[in-house]
């Protein structure tokens, strides 16, 4: 998509959500997600991979809600979306998460091999 000339955003989960909470203190978060929701794709990786605190949580659901249906998501995650419970703690919020992602998706399941070991092994 970059190469198309579209805007495409890279972060962490873990990283996105920091910078939404530094936002919200700073009395800045209307504008960080208003800049999130121009990018044409925004990219998550290392989804699930920590427990998100509910506050950290609803400021990523804010983010999925304001890009629902007009924007794109990837998401890079190695737990299957039952673990996910464990890592947005409230199981509403979590259900809601859930059904904003994968409402029009395209979900491709790699397996449970790492790219990244699979790789290493290839190179040595």
Known sequence: MAEAGLKVRYTTTVNLVN?????ADEKKLIRLIARYGRVDLLCLDEFG???LDKAGAKL???IFTGRE????IAI?????????????TDPRLC???VDRITFNA???ET???SYRFAQSRQGS
């Open 69 to 72: 249906e007009r924007r794109a």
């Open 111 to 113: 397996g449970t091999q």
């Open 19 to 23: 910078e939404l909470a530094e936002a």
């Open 95 to 97: 259900t809601a998460i």
């Open 106 to 108: 395209h979900i491709v």
């Open 76 to 88: 890079a995650s190695n737990a299957p979306f039952s673990e996910w419970k464990q890592t947005f």
């Open 60 to 62: 990523l659901f804010q």
């Open 49 to 51: 991979h920590l427990d």
